[in-house]
């Protein structure tokens, strides 16, 4: 058995912090979590994440496909059975025509993301490192860095239990509120119109995770959004009654899709300058255009603005003023953070940044 180089509990480590360390040593090798009598094993190469495997059977990639819509549960069972010593399930999956190549490289990948991602939700077990490179033959290339996946998991493990809470089953079929019920002021980004135009009031929520473009967070997350924004009723959902929510969620959501623009921008910038140099760009346009709806909250570690503090900021103001007057003010924080970035991007990367500013609404 490989030396231990490292080893301890989640309780006394979390695991943010735990991969965080991992990264920044640049270590090789493998990460073991056992929790709950699964073993996850995490690879590493130079502090990058190239790998991840489980024994749980959910997050077989069988499963995986299955719950994506990608195949049957019956062809499922029957490629499993031709599974043998060097010959895999998606290989397997591939010669019975079911996948394509890129159908399978698309999968493994983001089975990866998801047993990664899973184990941020991880409170007790234990870990260790071995620096022994067990081979594997399906080292791959994430679409995103380490750091990034880090970040991502500590979002995901934040709104979780937010939408457990409003989504609390995935057998409800959404309904969508009629338009003259809706807040037509509302803007919605592309892949959030995609998720919109699934709502059919026949589909299931796991149906629309089948035949999402997105993976199952995403595209619940989206329906979240959706809901909140009272575009669609989920059965069964903690939404409380309109009359008792006001324009509250409307307001979220509004926070939310900025949010979502400003992090964008956040990462672009943070290929080019300093965390610190980025963190004072960001509060010194905030505080210097003087809006009182933006004051008090800094941009935190996402780049993102609190929800909460923006809420309260916006409280005291007429009902039929809060959203208007907040728009205004995120749009001109937009605008300035737009400009003074593109002061540290070359052309090509401020047509983009714009580009994907213009494609989220903002």
Do not use: C
Request: no cysteine; glycine share 6%; aromatic share 8%.
């Amino acid at each position: 058995m490989a030396e231990k180089v490292f080893q301890g509990k989640l309780k006394a480590i979390p695991i943010p912090d735990l991969l965080t360390f991992i990264s920044m040593v640049k270590k090789t090798g493998i990460l073991v979590v056992d929790a709950s009598g699964v073993t996850r094993k995490l690879w590493w190469e130079k502090g990058e994440l190239v790998f991840a495997a489980s024994t749980h059977p959910d997050e077989a990639l069988g499963s995986f496909l299955v719950r994506h819509g990608k195949i049957t549960q019956e062809q499922n069972m029957k490629s499993g059975l031709l599974v043998e010593p060097g010959k895999r399930q998606g290989k397997v999956l591939v010669q019975m025509g079911v996948l394509t190549p890129k159908q399978l490289w698309w999968a493994v990948k983001n089975q990866v993301l998801e047993i990664i991602y899973g184990i941020f939700s991880l409170g007790d077990g234990t870990f260790y490192f071995t620096e022994d490179e067990e081979p594997t033959e399906e080292r791959i290339k994430l679409s995103t860095s380490t750091t990034n996946i880090i970040m991502e998991g500590i979002r995901r493990l934040d709104e979780w239990p937010r939408i457990k809470e409003l989504i609390p089953d995935d057998m409800a079929v959404p309904r969508l509120v009629p338009p003259e019920f809706r807040d037509a002021t509302v803007k919605f980004h592309e892949g959030e119109l995609e998720i919109l135009n699934l709502v059919d009031d026949d589909r299931n929520i796991r149906e629309i995770i089948h035949v999402s473009p997105f993976e199952e967070f995403e595209t619940l997350r989206i329906l979240m959004a959706l809901l909140l924004a009272r575009y669609i009723h989920i059965p069964g959902s903690a939404v409380p009654a309109e009359e008792d929510v006001e324009d509250v969620s409307v307001i979220e959501n509004l926070i939310d899709q900025y949010n979502r623009i400003f992090g964008e921008i956040w990462n672009e910038v943070g290929e080019k300058i300093g965390q610190k140099e980025r963190q004072d760009m960001f509060d010194e346009v905030k505080n210097s255009l003087g809006e009182a709806i933006l004051e008090g909250p800094f941009f935190d570690a996402r780049g993102h603005l609190p929800t909460s503090s923006l809420m309260a900021n916006v409280a005291d103001l007429p009902q039929e003023k809060r959203v208007k007057l907040l728009s205004l003010a995120l749009e001109n924080l937009l605008s300035f953070l737009l400009f003074e970035s593109s002061k540290h991007l070359d052309a090509e990367q401020k047509s983009s940044l714009y580009r994907l500013v213009e494609s989220k609404g903002g």
